[in-house]
């Protein structure tokens, strides 16, 4: 179980624990328990604007508002809050990405952009794929792969990866996934490092293996915010 699950898990629990207690009057508004939760989401939500990931960011400060929600005089509809939140971290995201995209997938003149919304296919040793509100599928196709970045905005993408030779000396697949849904398709003959993360969201499938050092390694990076994102091995 990825330790970022079980942090977000947490706090869940005891934000309702707390709103609970809150309407039952077990505990004061202005508790310690409180206090400690919002350092604690604070703290988190500087670390993810450091790294440059901002809905993670966005949301801890709605949960944030949303556990100090007795302090406004007038108290704001908590989907509200988390839907501004998001719109806010989603814009942040858009016009920092390019700054993120350079500290996390290797830099090369041959990086690709394709942003329609059709089907297609993409080749070359680094691809890049963004889908913003749409239903889409990619098949890459290169002889010698050694990154792909994919980046999917509220829409549900698809990337195949059966035709790709991956670089023999390993190959990352960075992938964000933000309000939508990412399936993998991945050929069997590789050995997998699965380092993909999940704030509000989840990722499912094929877990990291290390089947035969003739294999190349694939590793994959990114994170799930509020979506899903799936590893499917062909």
Not at 59 to 71: P, S
Not at 149 to 168: A, K, P, Q, T
Request: hydrophobic letters at 45%; aromatic letters at 10%; glycine letters at 6%.
């Amino acid at each position: 179980m990825k330790r970022k699950n079980i942090f977000w898990g947490l706090i869940l629990i005891f934000i309702s624990i707390t709103l609970l207690a809150d309407m039952t009057g077990v505990i004061e508004a202005h508790s310690t328990f409180k206090l400690a939760w919002t350092i604690i989401l604070v703290a988190f939500a500087i670390s993810k604007i450091i790294a440059l990931s901002f809905i993670p960011a966005s949301l801890a400060g709605a949960m944030v508002l949303t556990l100090n929600a007795d302090k406004f005089t007038v108290y704001p509809s908590t989907p509200m809050i988390f839907f501004a939140s998001f719109l806010l971290g989603l814009g942040l995201s858009m016009i920092f990405k390019p700054m993120r995209r350079r500290k996390i997938i290797i830099k090369s003149s041959k990086n690709r952009s394709f942003k329609t919304n059709f089907q297609s296919s993409i080749s070359g040793e680094h691809v890049h794929f963004e889908n913003n509100f749409g239903d889409n599928s990619r098949y890459v196709q290169s002889k010698n792969l050694k990154s792909a970045s994919i980046e999917n905005n509220l829409g549900h993408s698809s990337i195949y990866f059966d035709n790709v030779v991956f670089d023999s000396d390993g190959a990352i697949i960075n992938v964000e996934c933000n309000l939508g849904q990412v399936t993998l398709y991945l050929p069997s003959d590789i050995n997998l490092q699965n380092n993909l993360t999940a704030s509000l969201g989840s990722i499912t499938g094929a877990q990291s293996f290390h089947q035969d050092d003739s294999y190349p390694t694939v590793f994959l990076e990114g994170e799930s915010n509020l979506g899903q994102i799936d590893v499917i091995i062909l």
